[in-house]
């Protein structure tokens, strides 16, 4: 039996100079842990409200209970008025509440998810990108919901629907596609400044403000414009907004938002797996 | 039987050096960074965990590992893994690697123990098919009961340890590495696992390296054995040769200290 061995092609582990791992074997491993990282997700999703009385209906409730926050917020700012004009408002909130949930999230989980994987990361041999793609996943699954949960709403609120909201699925995968990218940014600065774990509510609070969710983009000042554009959420949620009042979005902003989320994400995964080989070592 | 140098290895480990720099403090943080900077060797100090290590490992055989703590034994395993990054040289590995190194990695306390069989071999590597596969033999061999559906957080560590290792025994293994993971699990379970090893050694060809302060659970086990010192390979041969050699330095009596303890 022992002679058989030789024509086997051997695993080889060698130092090799920081930098990037070869990239078709760490994809095809990558490739072949599909279904490890739709457990992994999964199991986070069921241990996470394991306790709870209702469970998992938190992913639902806790961001339509902060939409109902920011409503009460809005109204007292400046009186939303009655009728069509407050069932827009509600609309409005709910889903731009529904997709900065899931962008924040996302974002907080993917970051912290290879100081959190530190048991596996230390005794299993995988490629480390499972741990925050998870994250990403997890939050598609708490996301998904949420979107239901909206249309129900628009409908009884009488919002528009047309074809337009074809593009919707465009523009929430380019969202994840920057989410991630955020995520493959943040998780490697986590595990070598661990101060990163304590700014990031802070910088996630001041993209909320910056992000047009409790405002429509409608409502935004011309002369602020110029600023808020810059920030990497604004093109995808103008266009959200647009697709959501049932017009096709503009080009323009779905280029912008690509942009941003492909930028984020080569960014990332270039980071991510200059670093990979190092998280052992630094957990 | 064919001498070492005849038989194909398993495990190739050439000239392999592996350091890191430890922290002194226990994260790092900005401030300790930007203060660092003035002052590097305060920051991190050099730990060389293996220096220059070889040795391979013939398919289909046990192998030891032994030494004091901190002699780089859990570094070499990790390595061999592919889970640190060796600093120099090179390890080969024909064949895939399940690492023991700590109990019920990928576990997920508030799941069953059956959920957490299949979430244990996805975590080792294997489909989702070869882990329904086998499911009943890892349920079989754990012997658990109707615990198995109960939450893991309700098991006591014993009960942990003797699902996680019979996940690590069923699911294929080809090469095993084994860190002091049977010390879970009563006298009996500890005997039923060192029996597993065997068998999987002569019926599935598997090769298993284990690291173990249990030195007559090597010897009985294993026909090679390493002993590493400090990062350096202090002595290799045949298990019985190294283990006396090491339990006459060391001045260890054959007790029951070094018996079935940490196997």
């Known amino acids: 039996m022992a002679a058989t061995q030789p024509y086997r092609i051997p695993t080889v582990y060698e130092s090799t100079a920081s930098g990037l791992p070869a990239l078709r074997p760490y994809f095809a491993e990558l490739r072949s842990r599909r279904r490890f990282i739709w457990?992994?997700?999964?199991?986070?999703?069921?241990?996470?409200?394991?306790?709870?009385?209702?469970?998992?209906?938190?992913?639902?409730?806790?961001?339509?209970?902060?939409?109902?926050?920011?409503?009460?917020?809005?109204?007292?700012?400046?009186?939303?008025?009655?009728?069509?004009?407050?069932?827009?408002?509600?609309?409005?909130?709910?889903?731009?509440?529904?997709?900065?949930?899931?962008?924040?999230?996302?974002?907080?989980?993917?970051?912290?998810?290879?100081?959190?994987?530190?048991?596996?990361?230390?005794?299993?041999?995988?490629?480390?990108?499972?741990?925050?793609?998870?994250?990403v996943v997890k939050g598609i699954f708490d996301f998904l919901p949420t979107m239901f949960i909206y249309f129900v709403f628009a409908f009884a609120l009488g919002q528009p629907f047309g074809s337009a909201l074809l593009m919707l699925p465009v523009i929430l995968v380019i969202i994840t596609i920057m989410t991630l990218g955020l995520c493959l940014l943040f998780a490697p600065a986590m595990v070598f400044f661990r101060d990163t774990v304590g700014f990031l509510p802070y910088i996630t609070r001041i993209w909320l403000y910056v992000t047009p969710v409790l405002y429509t983009v409608r409502e935004i000042p011309k002369s602020?414009?110029?600023?808020?554009?810059?920030?990497?959420?604004?093109?995808?949620?103008?266009?959200?907004?647009?697709?959501?009042?049932?017009?096709?979005?503009?080009?323009?902003?779905?280029?912008?938002?690509?942009?941003?989320?492909?930028?984020?994400?080569?960014?990332?995964?270039?980071?991510?797996?200059?670093?990979?080989?190092?998280?052992?070592?630094?957990? | 039987m064919l001498s070492d140098s005849e038989r194909a290895p398993a495990?190739?480990?050439?000239?392999?050096?592996?350091?890191?720099?430890?922290?002194?403090?226990?994260?790092?943080?900005?401030?300790?960074?930007?203060?660092?900077?003035?002052?590097?060797?305060?920051?991190?100090?050099?730990?060389?965990?293996?220096?220059?290590?070889?040795?391979?490992?013939?398919?289909?055989?046990?192998?030891?590992?032994?030494?004091?703590?901190?002699?780089?034994?859990?570094?070499?395993?990790?390595?061999?893994?592919?889970?640190?990054?060796?600093?120099?040289?090179?390890?080969?590995?024909?064949?895939?690697?399940?690492?023991?190194?700590?109990?019920?990695?990928?576990?997920?306390?508030?799941?069953?123990?059956?959920?957490?069989?299949?979430?244990?071999?996805?975590?080792?590597?294997?489909?989702?098919?070869?882990?329904?596969?086998?499911?009943?033999?890892?349920?079989?061999?754990?012997?658990?009961?109707?615990?198995?559906?109960?939450?893991?957080?309700?098991?006591?560590?014993?009960?942990?340890?003797?699902?996680?290792?019979?996940?690590a025994a069923h699911l294929q293994p080809e090469i095993m590495l084994i860190d002091e993971a049977l010390a879970a699990g009563d006298a009996a379970f500890k005997q039923k696992s060192m029996e597993k090893i065997a068998e999987l050694c002569e019926q599935e060809h598997c090769t298993v390296l284990i690291v173990s302060h249990g030195l007559e659970v090597v010897k009985a086990l294993a026909e090679g054995c390493v002993w590493l010192d400090r990062g350096l390979v202090r002595m290799e041969g045949t298990a019985d040769d190294v283990v006396s050699a090491y339990m006459d330095e060391e001045h260890i009596e054959a007790t029951s200290a070094t018996a079935l303890e940490d196997v």
């Open chain 2, 11 to 167: 495990v190739y480990v050439d000239d392999v050096w592996v350091s890191f720099r430890v922290t002194r403090e226990k994260n790092q943080t900005l401030k300790g960074t930007i203060a660092g900077l003035r002052d590097r060797s305060k920051r991190a100090m050099l730990i060389e965990a293996l220096r220059g290590v070889s040795f391979q490992v013939p398919a289909g055989s046990v192998y030891g590992v032994i030494g004091r703590n901190g002699a780089g034994k859990s570094t070499l395993l990790r390595t061999i893994a592919g889970i640190l990054p060796p600093t120099a040289g090179r390890v080969a590995v024909w064949g895939r690697v399940t690492p023991l190194l700590s109990l019920g990695v990928g576990f997920n306390r508030e799941l069953t123990g059956r959920e957490n069989i299949l979430l244990g071999g996805l975590t080792a590597g294997l489909t989702a098919a070869e882990v329904y596969d086998r499911f009943d033999a890892v349920e079989q061999f754990a012997g658990l009961g109707d615990a198995i559906d109960f939450p893991m957080r309700t098991y006591s560590s014993g009960m942990f340890g003797r699902l996680a290792f019979s996940v």
């Open chain 1, 39 to 135: 457990h992994l997700a999964r199991t986070d999703l069921k241990a996470e409200h394991y306790d709870s009385a209702i469970g998992q209906l938190w992913v639902i409730l806790d961001p339509l209970l902060l939409a109902a926050v920011y409503f009460l917020l809005r109204t007292v700012v400046k009186p939303v008025g009655t009728g069509a004009n407050r069932n827009a408002i509600i609309a409005h909130l709910l889903w731009a509440v529904f997709v900065f949930t899931f962008v924040s999230n996302t974002m907080m989980a993917g970051a912290r998810s290879l100081l959190n994987g530190r048991g596996l990361i230390l005794n299993a041999s995988f490629p480390r990108i499972v741990l925050p793609l998870t994250s």
């Open chain 1, 224 to 283: 602020l414009v110029p600023y808020l554009r810059w920030n990497p959420l604004y093109p995808s949620y103008a266009a959200l907004e647009q697709v959501f009042r049932a017009h096709w979005p503009s080009p323009a902003y779905l280029v912008a938002a690509s942009a941003w989320a492909f930028g984020f994400f080569f960014v990332g995964i270039i980071a991510f797996l200059a670093r990979e080989r190092d998280f052992a070592v630094r957990l």
